[in-house]
């Protein structure tokens, strides 16, 4: 059975940092180019970023774009994405998703459709 799970979110003041985590089961890491997402209240999922199988490739939002950082255990079969600089917009509900491949889309990869399987989200709150 496919499962991702994800951790380590909460509340931090702005400013602070948080690593969250995305612990895969189910399926082999290695064939499966991974994204984060975010969903804030009363809008639209963003992609946030996404790591290549082989960690070779990594792409970002432009406005997580020095601040976050995404990276990845095949062997552990965890992907995280430390977030550094945190600000009040960056509160949402974060998901990790598998994409079918082993390279990022280099164009779309922030769109959710291109994902087989998701976790059920962490909540980060970032107060000011």
């Known amino acids: 059975q496919v499962q991702l799970v994800e951790s380590g979110g909460g509340l931090v003041q702005a400013g602070g940092s948080l690593r969250l985590s995305c612990t895969f089961s189910?399926?082999?890491?290695?064939?499966?180019?991974i994204g984060w997402f975010r969903q804030a209240p009363g809008k639209e999922r963003e992609g946030v970023s996404c790591i290549s199988s082989s960690d070779v490739s990594t792409y970002y939002a432009d406005s997580v774009k020095g601040r976050f950082t995404m990276s990845r255990d095949n062997a552990e079969n965890t992907v995280y994405l430390q977030m550094d600089s945190l600000k009040p917009e960056d509160t949402a509900v974060y998901y990790c998703?598998?994409?079918?491949?082993?390279?990022?889309?280099?164009?779309?990869?922030?769109?959710?459709?291109?994902?087989?399987?998701w976790g059920q989200g962490t909540r980060v709150t970032v107060s000011s």
């Open positions: 189910g399926f082999t890491l290695d064939y499966y180019a």
């Open positions: 998703a598998a994409h079918p491949g082993y390279y990022c889309a280099a164009y779309g990869w922030w769109a959710s459709s291109g994902y087989d399987y």
